[in-house]
């Protein structure tokens, strides 16, 4: 099996998450783009390590994968007290909050 295609197709999900960060303003769709690029990354640990025979990129992976639940957790807390508060859910607009 080829590691060429599982790291072409981690470099499109990559790419595709990166462009969704720079191009949308809501915090929601920044949170699932931030996610596809950690997958996209763990996705490309798990390559590298079939390729070389041994279980660490693997065990990164995992890793990974609770520090991006944590992240969600902390990005979905965030936006729900950002909603409560009925404040717009624009990133421009809520970077010039003080207070």
């Known amino acids: ?55 660490q990129g693997q065990v990164f992976a995992i890793v990974v994968m609770v520090v991006a639940a944590c992240e969600v957790v902390i990005g979905l807390g965030l936006i729900v007290a950002i909603f409560r508060r009925k404040l717009p859910l624009n990133v421009d607009d809520l970077r010039e909050l003080r207070g």
Not at 17 to 26: M, Q
Not at 31 to 46: D, H, I, P, Q
């Open 1 to 55: 099996m080829n590691i060429e295609w599982y790291i072409v197709l981690s470099s499109l999900l990559f790419a595709t998450g990166a462009i969704g960060i720079l191009i949308r303003r809501s915090p929601m769709v920044i949170l699932l783009c931030l996610e596809l690029m950690l997958n996209a990354g763990n996705l490309a640990l798990v390559a590298f390590s079939r390729m070389v025979g041994n279980q």
